[in-house]
Each structure stands twice: as C-alpha cells, then as structure tokens.
C-alpha cells in the first residue's frame, strides 16, 4: 500500500493564480481530510470529508474549496492564491479514529 | 468546541534522560487522544492513541503516554532519550461520540532537542 499519495510536493503560486493540490488513497478509508500547518500555530483543519459526495468545513476553510467524487481521491483546490495561503499542506485519511497522513505539499505564494 | 494546550514549544533533555511532554485537553465529550511525530521536512507519524479501555498507552520507539481524566492530561512520556528522538510533537484530540470522524484539534506542537 502507497497509503497517502500527495502531488505536488512543492509548488509556487503567483497572488490570484488558482492550483488544485491533489491527494490520494489507498487504503479504502472513508474518512478524508485537509490540513494546513504553520509555524507556532499546529495543524488546522482545512475542509473535511466522511465519504463521497460529502464534504463539510474545518475551522479555517476560506479561500479553499474541496469535492469528494470517489473514495480514493480527496482534491483541495485554491481559487485565488493570497499570500496568506503560503503553508504546508498535509492531507489524511481515517478509520476508527484514527488519522494517516500524507507527506505533505509546501506551498508558497508571492 | 475541543483544544489542546502542549506545555513548553521546545523541551530540552539530555540523551538517556526522561523525555516527559506536556498535554492538556478541554472536550465536553470522551476524547479520543493522539500524539504524532513529525521530523524536519516530513509528514506526521502516529506514535500512539488512546481511544478507551486501558488509561496506560504505549507506543513506537518506546513512547507512552497516561491518559488522565481527572487532570483532563495526555503527558508523553519516554524513559531513555535517544538522539534519534529529535523532532516535532503534537498532541491532538477528536471527538470520540463522530468516531473521530469531524477531524482533529492539534495542539501547536514541541520541539524536542535531545542533548548528547
């Protein structure tokens, strides 16, 4: 099992471009997350999945927006990049409570 | 809502000294309970959790940690340091009655450096 697959792993965005960060699974989980961590401040939930076609938001969603059309595949997309939005991106997958997380993708936007 | 309070953003022991880290939560929920490591440039690794059952949780790479109720505490603990242990900590907590399913509150992490 690769586990949790994330492209790009780096990536530099110019301000008002749009990307999508992509994140797969493979570990069947129907649970599907999006992290975003910056210095001093942990981890913070972007947007959250509980299975296809569902999705809800974590506590710091603007600027972000995610679908869910398969089990597998859990992509996040920026529609205009700030530079507020310059972070480390980590997506993860769940079941039982338990979270497992991709290698991350370091995001910088002038 | 849940948060996570980690005690001291960098410890410093000295190797084969105790390595205790510091984890408060708040839920108005049973928590489900996290400790993950991260080293520079990586992804998390799951250490060990507590979910329910036994309050005493061992771990990877000779970690434990007690979950507390009373102190509302989820202390890492390690009895030996090893230069290998450097890295970043984070405590995290969920919400035990979605099945963890509404996402993890993270505490802001620990830097451990570990002094030969």
Redesign the interface.
Same mark, same amino acid.
């Given at each position: 099992n690769a586990g949790v697959t994330q492209t790009p792993k780096f990536q530099v965005l110019k301000t008002g471009q749009s990307m999508t960060l992509q994140c797969a699974q493979d570990m069947n989980h129907e649970y599907m997350s999006w992290y975003r961590q910056d210095p001093g401040m942990g981890l913070r939930l972007i947007h959250y999945s509980v299975g296809a076609g569902i999705t809800d938001q974590g506590e710091v969603p603007n600027g972000y927006n995610v679908s869910r059309s398969t089990t597998e595949d859990f992509p996040l997309r920026l529609l205009s990049a700030a530079p507020s939005q310059t972070s480390v991106y980590f997506c993860a997958s769940g079941a039982g409570g338990t979270q497992y997380f991709g290698p991350g993708t370091r995001l910088l936007v002038l | 809502a849940q948060s996570?309070t980690q005690l001291g953003?960098h410890v410093s022991v000295s190797e084969g000294a105790l390595v205790l880290l510091r984890c408060n939560y708040s839920s108005s929920v049973p928590p489900?309970l996290?400790w993950?490591v991260q080293y520079p440039n990586? +992804?998390?690794?799951?250490l060990l959790?507590y979910?329910t059952g036994a309050t005493l949780v061992k771990g990877i790479n000779g970690f434990e940690a007690e979950f507390k109720k009373s102190e509302t505490s989820f202390h890492l603990t390690k009895p030996s340091a090893h230069m290998s242990d450097a890295a970043e900590y984070?405590c995290?907590v969920?919400d035990?009655t979605g +099945? +963890?399913?509404?996402?993890?509150?993270?505490?802001?992490?620990t830097h451990l450096i570990i002094q030969p």
């Open positions: - | 996570v953003s489900y996290f993950y990586q +992804g998390l690794q799951l959790k979910t984070f995290a969920s035990q +099945g +963890g399913a509404d996402g993890l509150t993270f505490g802001k992490g």
